[in-house]
């Protein structure tokens, strides 16, 4: 009943959080341009462990409203959302993000309250009837799109995370490093500007608007897999929705992949100006595997050392 096999299932809920401890004050951690990512990187992989995916849940805004922390979330499967409403019901998430909290902030604990809404509904009441909560979540459609600040947080996050990854020996240390003041993360004014550097492999790089250098030999080296590439772009670009991706394909077959990875990233330069920034680029060829080409346009292949 809920969705018609033509229709995506899109849904959206109010997820408040308020801490029970009096010292500590979630909105004003979020409010510090130094603790928001880590408080930022215990929301994200708390909702990845709900729904057992890291896209299972998006969020679109954190607000910060004394005592609360609210954070507007969009689900676009309903398996998804079934998935974090037992995890919410059976208090999983609420372990989990006190975890999370716990590590981030490197705090001895972080005690939680927790409420979860749709529209007027308090779903706290009706957990039980978990279909119930799944039409009135699928009833609130989302209102925005995700917010530019929560976009840099992720970018910031990612490059945090692949850094861990390639330094796995430490990355039992990195959730101190998520303090360290040369994050690239963004301010706490609203002047979101693209973050200065980024981290890939360990280092620090400038980041920069794309050139038309970079633009060619993304177009040169990236073959077949320009298409997840713009996938990855999509998640904060409104122009590289699925359908223009698709239309690509079409339009440019007969000039071949590098017509076709031409005209992606210049459909991406031309909508995101300034903010079409070497560091988006290089997370989305992170995301997909595709280190040398990001080493190419880093010039990092002159160096044959690789740590």
């Known amino acids: 009943k809920m969705a018609g096999s033509s229709t995506p299932w899109i849904g959206s809920a109010y997820l ?14 979020y409010e510090s341009s130094q603790k928001k990512p880590s408080v930022f990187k215990a929301l994200k992989l708390a909702l990845a462990d709900s729904t057992g995916s890291v896209n299972g849940v998006d969020m679109l805004k954190v607000h910060c409203s004394h005592p609360h922390l609210i954070v507007q979330l969009k689900f676009c499967k309903q398996e998804n959302c079934r998935r974090f409403l037992q995890s919410y019901r059976e208090g999983a998430l609420q372990e989990s993000l006190q975890n999370h909290l716990q590590l981030s902030l490197a705090m001895t604990t972080v005690p939680l309250e927790m409420e979860l809404k749709a529209g007027n509904e308090h779903l706290d009441s009706m957990l039980k009837d978990e279909d119930r909560c799944l039409e009135c979540i699928y009833r609130e459609k989302p209102d925005r799109l995700r917010d530019e600040e929560i976009s840099e947080l992720e970018e910031c996050l990612k490059s945090l995370i692949v850094h861990q990854s390639i330094n796995n020996n430490t990355a039992v240390k990195g959730c101190a490093s998520l303090n360290a003041p040369s994050l690239p993360c963004p301010s706490q004014g609203s002047s979101l500007s693209p973050q200065v550097t980024f981290i890939f492999q360990g280092q ?14 993304f177009a ?5 897999k320009w298409k ?12 590289l929705r699925d359908p223009v991706i698709d239309n690509l394909a079409l339009e440019y077959d007969r000039e071949g992949l590098y017509e076709q990875a031409y005209q992606l990233l210049l459909r991406f330069i031309q909508s995101e100006g300034k903010k079409a920034t070497i560091a988006r680029l290089i997370a989305a060829l992170e995301e997909n595997g595709l280190i040398s080409l990001a080493e190419e346009l880093l010039g990092l292949h002159s160096n044959e050392d690789c740590s």
Request: with cysteine; glycine share 2%; hydrophobic share 30%.
């Open 16 to 29: 408040f959080l308020q801490s029970t401890c009096k010292t500590i004050v979630l909105p004003s951690l």
């Open 204 to 217: 620090h790089f400038a980041n920069r608007t794309l050139t038309p250098d970079d633009h060619q030999k």
């Open 220 to 224: 040169k080296l990236v073959s077949k």
């Open 228 to 239: 997840q590439v713009g996938r990855s772009l999509q998640k904060n670009c409104r122009a």
